[in-house]
């Protein structure tokens, strides 16, 4: 939706391993977000960007790095998986209501990346 | 740290029915008050959005109603129909970032 790619859509690795998920847009937006979503715990914020480069930590950003060396892809890094970041990860996108005023209108996520660390 | 409280956590409403659901918040840098819709296997979509400068925003069969002082917002679905069974998010926003409740699983019922 609106331009928005995630990949893989659906990983199994091992307690360990590094995982890269990738989040890919075509609409130029500045900001973009990455979040898990758990049971009872609705969506929470990992990491986020403002711009090429420009990146910082959400609520739960342990074990989890990002890098943004383009407008268009977000990379979100876990350097050693843990049973615990089994989670469903969505990339966002956000679009203003009105340039300049700040309000934030998130319109956009992706399709998900369904990801089990065993 | 739980900055937007959502309840209940599951709801189950007859066809025709209004489902309400409630979110709370506590801070009031908070500018922005959207709600979510959620497929199984789908991201969220938004549905619907307020600022706190209006008490009640309506689109189509969706209302959301916000009470500043209370720090309270919540969303009424008229007329429900079965498509309309799904997970629903409220969240709140002071500028850059989205802080979302922990989600209403909505069932209505045939």
Known sequence: DAGITQSPRHKVTETGTPVTLRCHQTENHRYMYWYRQDPGHGLRLIHYSYGVKDTDKGEVSDGYSVSRSKTEDFLLTLESATSSQTSVYFCAIKSLDRPGQGAIRMAFFGQGTRLTVV | ?110
């Open chain 2, 1 to 110: 740290q739980q900055q937007v409280k959502q309840s209940p956590q599951s709801l189950i409403v007859q066809k025709g029915g209004i489902p309400i659901i409630n979110c709370a918040y506590e801070n009031t840098a908070f500018d922005y008050f959207p709600w979510y819709q959620q497929f199984p296997g789908k991201g969220p979509a938004l549905l619907i959005a307020i600022r706190p400068d209006v008490s009640e925003k309506k689109e189509g069969r969706f209302t959301i109603s916000f009470n500043k002082s209370a720090k309270q917002f919540s969303l009424h679905i008229m007329d429900s129909q079965p498509g309309d069974s799904a997970t629903y998010f409220c969240a709140a926003s002071p500028a850059r970032q989205l802080t979302f409740g922990s989600g209403t699983q909505l069932t209505v019922l045939p």
